[in-house]
């Protein structure tokens, strides 16, 4: 199977998702919190003519404001730590966090330290983690998924 | 005379001592004498300085060190100026009113190391955020990795224009797009943006810390984390250095594959830089053909490597897998994407609501770029003749043909042509390397590192990256990583003088900056 039918499957799934969860499209926020910048690079791949993510119902915005999702790289920094707290305070609720690559998820390799307050949950609350050093387009798709049956959930228990 | 005699000359009794490794001339000189000496290599000799970086040797003789590191590209070869300072009186003279490029690694020691450059013209912080308590110095032997220092009151002054008209415009941390953190603050009168002020460092992750902490096995993934998409660059510089502590040869075959990741890589990062700029003058088709040509290249990374950003292959004597079965399939798809990379530079360069964006947008002028000690592609179209694939070779680039492109408007335009050229030369350098792929190991076996120390250089997309590794009990002692954001950065509060509001994003792009490898 080639990437682009990989892509087609899974989108189509998402998409379905999406629907019937927000009845309309995932807005999402990316919030880069100390990554090295590889996760971003395929945070950007998410938007090329390849995988297309728009075409599934998904946006990337350009303010907490707007999104109903956070997803998070990187060890959060301690130069990072009130930013992502204030952009986390910014989203509305219903709000969803996903913890993108290994950083996000424990701190990876930069662990717990005077810089690096390790991953992201230390921080948020994180909804749902992505791992990877960086995840693959094919695997950020798929934990946005995840994402979704767990907001479905909550919302079935009256959570949110 | 070569430049060491003439040091010699000038300086005689006040050079204390002088010892040579490898091609690094060490000269050991009194803290009073730093700033004459140090502008008359740069000044004199015309020797650019590459790097300057301190460390804590209180346990050998009670002193820090600070050094200068010079490149002579004529020989190969580093001058490397060293002063001793002591615990009791951490100062000694600033060098920045003279070289201007000394400017934040003298900042960087004040906080790392609590050194104190007097005389610099602007000590604020630089690491530390004000937040940071003083006294506080992270890369002092006697501070613990696992501290987690109280946050205290405090406030970062930036510099302020005034006048009837000018406002305030801060941007970030959080940016608008998908890009990594760091704080703009313009001031602006009308559109124009007449300064510029950044201040960055939100990314700073304790890296130099972490290396002293970890296995040298671990210490390559590490490198390989530190500005995500020039993975190869920091590995292979990473490598080189503690394989010339170590004394190894490369087999040939290894330095080959190490030459054909850092062209794929930089193939895919000039492509991923030309698409930004199309993006950013909101031409979609010009930036949809680039993003999906990157990504192209991505995916013959993960055919080749297993890994789309070409991470896992370097290792401390060589490389860990063999890619000469995948020959065919390289050249093959290299030869599409080049011919679909040529279609897309035409139609990009005969668009005119690009060119228009472009032309005389941004420009770093020339004595500018000296100054600062501009590198990379930045440099190159700054009319700065200067690559380390020639200047101080490594891999296997000394056995083949290519050119170092350079131009001379410094503008976005002329940014964006030497990334295309140098694209194509790339596509060329992988050609000859697969061609003359020789038969053998990939790998020499290591299993200790001896005490030493030794710089590592190469040319990353973004420019020279350089490491500085000491060792000690098949431990690392320091490492010293400077990637080429570090030295770019302060050329945008340039670039950006006279230009619009809105040409921000697109002359930020084209300098192609990496907050990650800059803050560490
Ligand atoms: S998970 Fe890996 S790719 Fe992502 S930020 Fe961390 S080190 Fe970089």
Redesign the pocket.
């Given at each position: 199977m080639t990437v682009e039918d990989e892509i087609e499957i899974m989108g189509q799934r998402l998409n379905d998702k999406i629907r019937n969860i927000f009845g309309r499209s995932l807005h999402i926020r990316e919030v880069d919190a100390g990554?090295?910048?590889?996760?971003e690079v395929e945070v950007n791949a998410l938007s090329n003519p390849i995988y297309d993510i728009e075409r599934f119902g998904l946006h990337i915005v350009a303010s907490p404001r707007h999104a109903d999702m956070l997803l998070v790289?990187?060890?959060v920094t301690r130069n990072m730590e009130l930013a992502l707290l204030k952009t986390y305070n910014a989203t509305p609720s219903p709000k969803l966090v996903a913890a993108?690559?290994?950083?996000?998820c424990n701190g990876?390799?930069?662990g717990d330290t005077y810089a690096s307050c390790g991953g992201v949950d230390k921080i948020i609350p994180v909804d749902v983690y992505i791992p990877?050093?960086?995840?693959r387009p094919q695997a950020v798709i798929f934990g946005l998924m995840v994402a979704l049956d767990k907001l479905e959930q909550k919302i079935r228990k009256k959570e949110v | 005379m070569n430049s060491i005699e003439s040091i010699k000359k000038e300086f005689n009794t006040n050079v204390l001592e002088v010892s040579t490794s490898h091609n690094e001339t060490y000269l050991t000189v009194k803290k009073e004498l730093i700033v004459k000496m140090c502008d008359y290599i740069y000044h004199h000799l015309n020797l650019p300085i590459v790097c300057i970086f301190a460390t804590d040797e209180r346990k050998i003789d009670g002193s820090f060190k600070i050094h200068y590191v010079f490149s002579e590209v004529k020989d190969d070869a580093f001058i490397i100026l060293r002063i001793s300072i002591d615990e009791e009186n951490p100062k000694y003279p600033s060098i920045t009113n003279k070289i201007a490029s000394a400017n934040w690694y003298e900042r960087e020691i004040q906080d790392m190391f609590g050194l104190v450059p007097q005389g610099h013209p602007d000590p604020r912080r630089l690491m530390n955020f004000e937040d940071w308590p003083a006294g506080v110095h992270p890369l002092r032997k006697d501070f613990d990795i696992k501290t987690k220092p109280p946050r205290v009151d405090g406030e970062y002054i930036y510099r302020r224009v005034e006048g009837e008209g000018v406002y305030e415009i801060p941007v970030g941390p959080v940016h608008a797009g998908v890009i990594e953190p760091g704080h703009f603050r313009f001031s602006v009168a009308g559109e124009p943006i007449i300064n510029l002020e950044i201040r960055h460092f939100y990314t700073h992750k304790g890296v130099e810390k972490l290396f002293e902490n970890i296995s040298i096995d671990k210490a390559v993934f590490l490198a390989e984390?530190i500005s995500?998409d020039n993975s190869v660059a920091h590995a292979v510089t990473f490598c080189q250095a503690m394989e010339k502590i170590a004394g190894l040869n490369i087999p040939p075959r290894a330095n080959h594959i190490r030459t054909i990741l850092l062209e794929l890589e930089r193939i895919y990062n000039h492509i991923a830089d030309i698409a930004g700029i199309a993006t950013d003058v909101a031409f979609s088709f010009g930036a949809a053909h680039a993003n999906k040509l990157k990504e192209d290249v991505l995916q013959l990374n993960e055919r080749v490597t297993g890994s789309r950003?070409l991470r896992g292959m370097n290792t401390i004597g060589g490389v860990r897998r063999d890619i000469g079965g995948r020959k065919d399939e390289i050249l093959l798809s290299l030869s599409i994407i080049q011919r679909d990379f040529r279609k897309l530079m035409e139609h990009l360069s005969s668009t005119p609501s690009l060119m228009d964006r472009i032309e005389t947008t941004g420009r770093i002028y020339n004595d500018i770029a000296k100054g600062l000690h501009v590198v990379g592609p930045v440099g190159r179209a700054s009319g700065i003749d200067r690559d380390m694939r020639r200047g101080h070779p490594y891999a296997a680039y000394k056995e083949f043909n290519f050119k170092v492109i350079v131009s001379k408007a410094g503008d976005v335009h002329a940014r964006t042509i030497v990334r295309a050229d140098e694209v194509c030369e790339s596509v060329g350098l992988i050609e000859q390397a697969l061609w003359s792929l020789p038969e053998g190991d990939l790998r020499v076996k290591v299993d200790k590192i001896p005490d030493g120390h030794a710089l590592g250089i190469c040319e990353a997309p973004r420019g020279e990256t350089i490491y500085w590794i000491r060792t000690s009990g098949n431990k690392i002692e320091r490492c010293k990583v400077r990637d080429p954001s570090f030295c770019n950065w302060l050329s945008i509060e340039y670039a950006v003088l006279d230009n619009i509001v809105p040409d921000f994003p697109i002359i930020n792009k084209s300098l192609s900056l990496s907050y990650s490898g800059n803050d560490m």
């Open positions: 990554s090295c910048n590889a996760c790289t990187g060890p993108m690559g290994s950083c996000a990876g390799i930069f990877g050093c960086p995840p | 984390r995500g950003l």
